[in-house]
Each structure stands twice: as structure tokens, then as C-alpha cells.
């Protein structure tokens, strides 16, 4: 009788170590998933914050504005549910912040700057800022537009002003490596550069047929051009001149001179 209460008691401890070590196991894996899933909201975060402070730096629409605030939105909303006390009372700080901008966006008109006045920078540096936050505007915008959380109509017009100015900045960057493979007198690469630049333009002319950029660029790819051209010619070497046959038959029969 001992023996089996003795058994009983050692099964029913090996169960209860079993239980909370399943129960311990599910905690684990319960606070690496919320752990992971902070991490990402976090990185959206990060990544949307980082473009809208670079935001300056392009024409940038109401539409624009409103989706990647919204996108901030749901990120500090599910990151308050996953956060500690204390991280929860700057979430929260921050959500009501959030709330006034895009209720003071949706009460006003909505405003569309024209590309039309875009400029790219002087310095190097902030145009590679540039290009970097372009292609991380049009990944957001059309990863809420999967999500249903953008208009058609608004994702339509939205990524084609993205295109246009990244074809702006690309229309500039082809000039420079033209002007810079004239320089080391590769003229071959840089009129094909040109080239490649004018037929860009033509596309941007197709969009925006009134853009004082187009006109600007089209002229000073034209100039380039005749530049490269002028300075081939230059650089070619002469052709010999064709000998007369005259001449020959005339050496033949000179007199010959005496030494």
C-alpha cells in the first residue's frame, strides 16, 4: 500500500513538472513571438519615420502625407499592446500627437504641390538621400495599397509623381557621367548617355507637357551633345592626304643626283 501511494506521488510530481515545463515552454515561445513582432513594428516605424523626416526634400501631396502617417499610426498602436509600462506612456504620447496632425491634414483641402518646381540638390550627398528616400516612399505606398488601406485613384497619381521625379534625378545623373566620360574622351559612351537622357525627357514631356524641367534639360542635352561632337572631330586624327600619281611618274623620270 506504501509502495503504490509512493508511486502515485512520484507520477503525479513527474506531471507536474511536465505541466509547468509545457506551461514555461509556452510563456518562451509566447514572449520571443511578441518579442519578434515588436522588432517589427519598430522597423516599420524606423523606416516610415525616416522618410517622412526627409519629406522636405520633395513636393510631397496631402495623400502622400496621410498614408504614411496612418502607417505610423497602426505601427504605434500595435506596438503599445506589445510594449512594457513604461514603453506604453510614450506610445500613447505619441498616438495623440499623431491624431492631431491627421485630423488637421483631413480638415484642410487637400493640397497637390506641382513637380513642376522641384529641384534636385547641389550636394551630392543629400541627392543619394534622395534617391534612397523615393524608393522607400513608392515600397511604402505600394505596400499599403496591398493592404486596401490606399485609393486606387490616390495610388495611381501618387506613384506616378514618384516616377517622374526619379526620372528627373536620372535624367541629371545621365548628364554628369556624360559630361565626366567627355571628359576622359570616351566620346562613344557619353553620346549614348545623351541620347538615352533626351529620350527620357520625351517620356517626362509626355506627362507634364508644360514643364519649364524638360525644356531646360532638353537644351542643355542638345548643347552636350554638339560639345561631345565638336570635340570628336577634334580629337580625330587627320587622314593622309592621297599621293598623285603624277607626282610618282615625275620622281621616276627626274634626273638623277649626283654625289
Known amino acids: 500500500m506504501t509502495f503504490t501511494l509512493v508511486l502515485i506521488l512520484i507520477?503525479?510530481?513527474?506531471?507536474?513538472?511536465?505541466?509547468i515545463n509545457v506551461i514555461q515552454q509556452q510563456k518562451e515561445r509566447a514572449e520571443a513571438e511578441r518579442r519578434v513582432e515588436f522588432a517589427r513594428q519598430r522597423a516599420i516605424l524606423d523606416e516610415t519615420e525616416t522618410v517622412l523626416s526627409n519629406t522636405g526634400m520633395i513636393p510631397c501631396s496631402t495623400h502622400i502625407m496621410l498614408v504614411l502617417y496612418r502607417r505610423v499610426q497602426d505601427a504605434l498602436e500595435i506596438a503599445t499592446t506589445l510594449s512594457t509600462s513604461q514603453q506604453q506612456a510614450d506610445y500613447q504620447r505619441r498616438l495623440a500627437d499623431l491624431k492631431n496632425q491627421?485630423?488637421?491634414?483631413?480638415?484642410?483641402?487637400?493640397?497637390?504641390?506641382p513637380i513642376?518646381?522641384?529641384?534636385?540638390?547641389?550636394?551630392?550627398?543629400?541627392?543619394?538621400?534622395?534617391?534612397?528616400?523615393?524608393?522607400?516612399?513608392?515600397?511604402i505606398l505600394r505596400a499599403e495599397h496591398n493592404k486596401g488601406r490606399v485609393d486606387p485613384a490616390i495610388f495611381g497619381q501618387e506613384e506616378n509623381r514618384i516616377d517622374s521625379l526619379q526620372l528627373r534625378i536620372n535624367v541629371d545623373s545621365m548628364l554628369s557621367r556624360a559630361r565626366a566620360a567627355s571628359f576622359m574622351k570616351q566620346y562613344g559612351s557619353s553620346k549614348q548617355m545623351v541620347t538615352k537622357a533626351l529620350a527620357t525627357l520625351h517620356a517626362i514631356k509626355a506627362q507634364t507637357p508644360n514643364?519649364?524641367?524638360?525644356?531646360?534639360?532638353?537644351?542643355?542635352?542638345k548643347t552636350l551633345l554638339d560639345e561631345i561632337m565638336g570635340a570628336q572631330k577634334l580629337s580625330a586624327p587627320s587622314a593622309p592626304k592621297p599621293k598623285n600619281e603624277e607626282d610618282d611618274i615625275d620622281m621616276l623620270f627626274q634626273p638623277k643626283k649626283k654625289w
Open 11 to 19: 507520477g503525479a510530481l513527474l506531471l507536474l513538472v511536465i505541466g
Open 102 to 113: 491627421i485630423d488637421t491634414l483631413q480638415a484642410n483641402p487637400p493640397q497637390v504641390p
Open 116 to 139: 513642376e518646381n522641384f529641384r534636385l540638390p547641389d550636394n551630392d550627398k543629400q541627392i543619394l538621400v534622395l534617391v534612397q528616400t523615393l524608393k522607400k516612399l513608392k515600397a
Open 211 to 221: 514643364d519649364p524641367f524638360i525644356a531646360r534639360k532638353v537644351d542643355e542635352a
